[in-house]
């Protein structure tokens, strides 16, 4: 998968636009911050291909934390 990532140093931190190469993203979509940029790249969280708390296929959770 191919992303152009518009990148812009602000005094608060980074923000931009992410557009997807492969034609299937309608529109540029915009962040801010690093964590932002990582939301945008995983394929799960932009296209739903996964229900809330599954990683997708061949992917497993993480086991919950012990105390």
């Known amino acids: 998968m191919r992303y152009i990532v518009e990148l812009e140093?602000?005094?608060d931190g980074v923000r931009g636009q992410v557009t997807r190469d492969d034609g299937t993203a309608p529109a540029p979509e915009p962040f801010s911050g690093w964590l932002g940029l990582l939301r945008?790249?995983?394929p799960d969280a932009r296209h739903?291909?996964?229900p809330d708390?599954?990683?997708g296929p061949?992917?497993?959770d993480p086991?919950?934390?012990s105390r």
């Open 9 to 11: 140093q602000t005094p």
């Open 40 to 42: 945008l790249l995983e």
């Open 48 to 50: 739903g291909t996964a």
């Open 53 to 55: 708390g599954a990683g």
């Open 58 to 60: 061949g992917v497993q």
């Open 63 to 65: 086991p919950p934390l």
